[in-house]
């Protein structure tokens, strides 16, 4: 698997919290447009490797700079970041593109080596 970033809506993922029972009502396209104001979120699953990474990249600079706010980006369903991944991921956080949400411990620990690696 490589990689999967879909745009989560906090509407939607609190309807299906609450038992999914939202699924029939209808919306109108005014409600299905986030507004520049929310805080947008991106779901990673698969395997991060260097030209995924730069699309991710892509997609969060260019929402980020729409609402004027960093981007959340949930990293909880990546399996593997190799080393110049993690140092795209680690430029986002650092220059105030992305927040990161939900780190496993091997993600955290490359990253964590990817940013100190830039230090030196």
Do not use: W
Request: net charge negative.
């Amino acid at each position: 698997m490589s990689i999967r970033i879909t745009e989560i809506d906090s509407r939607k993922e609190s309807s299906k919290l609450k038992g999914g029972a939202s699924q029939n009502q209808d919306y109108s396209p005014e409600t299905l447009t986030p507004s520049l104001s929310e805080t947008r979120i991106f779901k990673v699953e698969g395997t991060l490797h260097l030209k995924d990474a730069e699309l991710l990249e892509g997609i969060c600079r260019e929402v980020s700079h729409e609402i004027g706010r960093p981007v959340i980006v949930k990293l909880n369903d990546v399996c593997f970041v190799d080393s110049d991944s993690a140092a795209v991921i680690c430029r986002m956080k650092r220059e105030n593109v992305i927040k990161i949400d939900g780190l496993n411990l091997f993600i955290k620990k490359a990253m964590e080596l990817a940013d100190e690696s830039k230090c030196f």
